[in-house]
């Protein structure tokens, strides 16, 4: 079991369930939307960050992402960090069809991927030290044919269908994603992958 300084923000109760069993650290749900009015939650959130930091780990659909933007806006930026899982077609065991857009949410995610998520995102993991790693530029985005080239937009697609993550993320918001999820190296190595030259 991991032991996370920072508190992890999720979206509902099963999430919540899902990494009780995982991690042990304060995990705070939003309710999903209901964050949005709930100023209580919001000012409990604000005062946790201020504290120890959070991690939101969200749904990597829409909605999840809806609900990572408000927060980036309710907390100051240097006591946020964000982790990303993947998009995994699927649904549910406890839902008898699928989500809106057909993929897995937090509670669907394996023990592995939610782990490595948040291994990745740079969370501070008490116990365990790593190596800093060299995060990912704007010039390395630039450089690598994913952000302000001609075919920049139709790379990061690619990309991003490759990895399982939302092809919908702006340059910006997936670069954030980068960088809790992969090195530099290891994204030069995936671009080889996917054939992205």
Do not use: W
């Not at 300084?5 to 979206?11: F, L, M, P, S, Y």
């Not at 952000?147 to 910006?172: C, D, E, F």
Request: proline fraction near 3%; include cysteine.
């Amino acid at each position: 079991m991991l032991t996370v300084r920072e508190a992890i923000i999720v979206e509902g109760r099963y999430d919540k369930i899902k990494l009780g069993g995982l991690v042990n650290a304060v995990i705070i749900e939003t309710g999903g939307f209901r964050v949005f009015s709930d100023r209580e939650k919001q000012a409990l959130i604000r005062r946790i960050a201020a504290k120890n930091g959070i991690l939101v780990l969200t749904d990597s659909d829409g909605a999840g992402f809806v609900i990572r933007n408000f927060l980036r806006g309710v907390v100051p930026p240097e006591q946020i960090k964000h982790c990303y899982v993947p998009q995994v077609r699927g649904k549910e065991k406890r839902k008898a069809h699928a989500g809106k857009e057909g993929l897995l949410g937090v509670e669907g995610m394996t023990d592995e991927m939610i782990l490595r998520a948040i291994r990745q995102s740079g969370a501070t993991i008490l116990g365990e030290t790593a190596a800093p790693k060299q995060p990912i530029t704007k010039a390395d985005l630039c450089a690598l044919g994913l952000a302000g080239g001609q075919n920049a937009a139709l790379n990061r697609q690619k990309l991003l269908r490759h990895l399982n993550l939302p092809t919908y993320l702006s340059a910006n918001a997936m670069l954030a994603a980068l960088n809790c999820l992969y090195s530099k190296e290891e994204l030069t190595a995936l671009l080889q992958e996917a054939d992205i030259q």
